[in-house]
């Protein structure tokens, strides 16, 4: 990471006058944590109290999102934060497309090449729409969307982890359970599948029999989510030639 470049970044936010937001707001708000983090989560844009101090989800989301984080014993420190706009959205209405060009082009973008992170955790509706459009790939129904939260997808050589936005607590669209058993994913998304070293999936990877998706999207991603894994887990037998989908592959 080029520290120069990244404290340019934070002072071109603070000035920045590229969109109306810069006329409604009190204080742009850069990203904020370890900017050598391998996850980096992005929320949607400062609320209220992060507009009137310039820090990131210090309001009601943020206490939300302390009380997930103190439950699951992860730590604010270990990650680098930010948000798609840089500034408070007036009436907290939605984000239109031009904000979101401007900013993500100029901030966003900028920060994800620096900090280069393994997985990206995209919060709510309108930031993992952002993504799944930057990536190429469809976007579901407004009904369907909630399915994917807490699946990782793998795409564009990046992990991204789409988790529900904590205001869905703080709006009581949701459940802080249905947020925790969402957010549980991390911890799991940070480690490799405990099976990795002897599973025949990485063999087959290495003599090049498959490709690395595999490897990305569940033996160094959601292992929970392998098919291998439940089965082993359960000590079921499952043939060596079951990938971690559940397919069989007759020609590994
Ligand atoms: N909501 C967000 O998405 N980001 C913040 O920083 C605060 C609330």
Known sequence: MREEDYTTIKAKVLKCSFCRLSETR????????????????????????????????????????????????????DFYMTNMLKC??????????????V???????????????????SLGYHVTKFFLRDYDLKVPSRDNFSNLFGQLIVANNRKLLPLRHPATVVHQSAKYETLLSNYKK????????????????????????????????????????????????????????MLPDGSIVYNL
């Open 26 to 77: 009190k204080n742009a708000v850069p990203g904020e944590g370890d900017t050598n983090a391998h996850v980096m989560i992005i929320g949607q844009a400062p609320g209220r109290e992060e507009d009137k101090y310039g820090k990131m989800f210090i309001g009601p989301s943020g206490k939300v999102l302390d009380n997930l984080f103190s439950d699951l014993d992860l730590h604010r420190q």
């Open 88 to 101: 408070f959205l007036p009436h907290s209405r939605k984000p239109r497309s031009d904000e979101i060009d």
């Open 103 to 121: 900013c993500s082009s100029i901030y966003l973008s900028k920060e994800i090449e620096l900090i280069n992170p393994e997985i990206i955790i």
């Open 186 to 241: 991390i911890n799991i998304v940070e480690r490799d599948c405990k099976w990795f070293t002897v599973c025949p999936i990485k063999r087959f990877y290495e003599e090049g029999k498959i490709p690395k998706y595999w490897i990305d999207r569940y033996c160094k991603g959601d292992w929970e989510s392998c098919r291998r894994f439940q089965l082993e887990e359960a000590n079921i037998y499952h043939p060596d030639n």
